[in-house]
């Protein structure tokens, strides 16, 4: 079935190292990946998604790689900062346009 | 600025009491989804609807089911709660399928 596998399940680093989450997911026709930001207490806001069309999209300090081929994803934030705390969820478009995301990645950013 | 919001923030239920959770979104979005929550496990998505009385299933329905009889508004009904449905419930809505998904401050819901 469709499926989105996402690691690592927690990542810590300290404030000013970059961050990666990877993604993989099943459904080959896939063709949208956003990344959504969920603050601890808040609803889960979308940060950036990249379309099959293009490998790479950047937006300051976060970016979006993508490798249809091998069907994995990543985010990447660079110069991290105590407000970049929180989970992340990637996702991919599953069958009739529904989105199926991964099981989240908590990103903690020690001062 | 797009305002989806749900009819509870938290709702304390009995085991076998049918349960009803609401979604009202502002911006004529065509599209409306029911996630539920659980730490570990994602978002994962119970039931979604592209139009008015239109539903489809998602990855887990069972034990739930939808109603959208206007387009600005998607109800979620547990018709007999159970204590493994305790979990956190977000709506959210967006244009198209392929679009932004704006979500729901989400509805805590715990049966006991």
């Known amino acids: 079935g469709e499926n989105v596998e996402q690691h690592p399940s927690t990542l810590s680093v300290q404030e000013g190292d970059s961050a990666v989450i990877k993604c993989t997911y099943s459904d080959s026709a896939s063709n949208y990946f956003p990344w959504y930001k969920q603050e601890l207490g808040k609803r889960p806001q979308l940060i950036i998604d990249?379309?099959?069309?293009?490998g790479e999209k950047k937006d300051q300090r976060i970016a979006v790689t993508l490798n249809k081929t091998a069907k994995h994803f990543s985010l990447h934030i660079t110069e991290t900062q105590p407000e970049d705390s929180a989970v992340y969820f990637c996702a991919a478009t599953g069958q009739g346009g529904k989105l199926i995301f991964g099981q989240g990645t908590e990103l903690s950013v020690k001062p | 600025d797009v305002k989806v919001t749900q009819s509870s923030r938290y709702l304390v239920k009995r085991t076998g009491e049918k349960v009803f959770l609401e979604c009202v979104q502002d911006?004529?979005?065509?599209?409306m989804f029911w996630y539920r929550q659980d730490p570990g496990l994602g978002l994962r998505l119970i039931y979604f609807s592209y139009d008015v009385k239109m539903k489809e299933k998602g990855d887990i329905p069972e034990g739930y089911s939808v109603s959208r009889e206007k387009k600005e508004r998607f109800s979620l009904i547990l018709e007999s709660a159970s204590t493994n449905q305790t979990s956190m419930y977000l709506c959210?809505?967006?244009?198209?399928?392929?679009?932004?998904?704006?979500f729901g401050p989400g509805t805590r819901l715990t049966v006991t």
């Open positions: 959210a809505s967006s244009l198209s399928g392929f679009d932004e998904q704006y």
């Open positions: 990249i379309r099959s069309n293009v």
């Open positions: 911006m004529d979005h065509e599209n």
